[in-house]
Every structure is written in structure tokens, then in C-alpha cells.
């Protein structure tokens, strides 16, 4: 994603460090409740993950539009 320009690494380790870890206010997808607190300062809401990742299969299908297979 990074290598194609899609996403930045930034926007990568966000996602990540949102779904994966949690705080009392933002609880991570897939954390459990006895993980340490994330140190993401800036987590990603339910919303903004939501839309990162329809972007992302938007271009993703999008390239696989143009592909031919013969």
C-alpha cells in the first residue's frame, strides 16, 4: 500500500496502533481488555478507520480493473 502510494506509513502504523491497542475512551477492535494502553496519542475513530479502509479497496479494485488476463 505504502510502495504503491495509497497510504502513507504514517496512516499504516495509525490503523494498526488504533485496532490493536486501546485506552479507556478508544477501545481497539481487536484489544482485549487487560491489553496495556496504547500510546497513540491520535487513534483512529470507527468512522475515519471505515473510510481509510473503503479508499483503500477503491484503489485496490481500481487496479485490478486495468489488468488483463490472458
Same mark, same amino acid.
Given at each position: 500500500?505504502? =510502495?504503491?502510494?495509497?497510504?502513507?506509513?504514517?496512516?499504516?502504523? =495509525?490503523?494498526?496502533?488504533?485496532?490493536?491497542?486501546?485506552?479507556?475512551?478508544?477501545?481497539?477492535?481487536?484489544? =482485549?481488555?487487560?491489553?496495556?494502553?496504547?500510546?497513540?496519542?491520535?487513534?483512529?475513530?470507527?468512522?475515519?478507520?471505515?473510510?481509510?479502509? =473503503?479508499?483503500?479497496?477503491?484503489?485496490?479494485?481500481?487496479?485490478?480493473?486495468?489488468?488483463?488476463?490472458?
Amino acid at each position: 500500500m505504502v =510502495r504503491r502510494g495509497w497510504a502513507t506509513l504514517a496512516e499504516c502504523s =495509525r490503523l494498526d496502533e488504533s485496532l490493536n491497542f486501546g485506552n479507556d475512551y478508544y477501545l481497539g477492535a481487536h484489544a =482485549r481488555q487487560e491489553c496495556a494502553p496504547s500510546q497513540n496519542q491520535n487513534p483512529m475513530s470507527l468512522a475515519m478507520t471505515e473510510e481509510f479502509v =473503503r479508499e483503500l479497496l477503491a484503489l485496490w479494485i481500481e487496479s485490478k480493473i486495468g489488468k488483463t488476463n490472458i
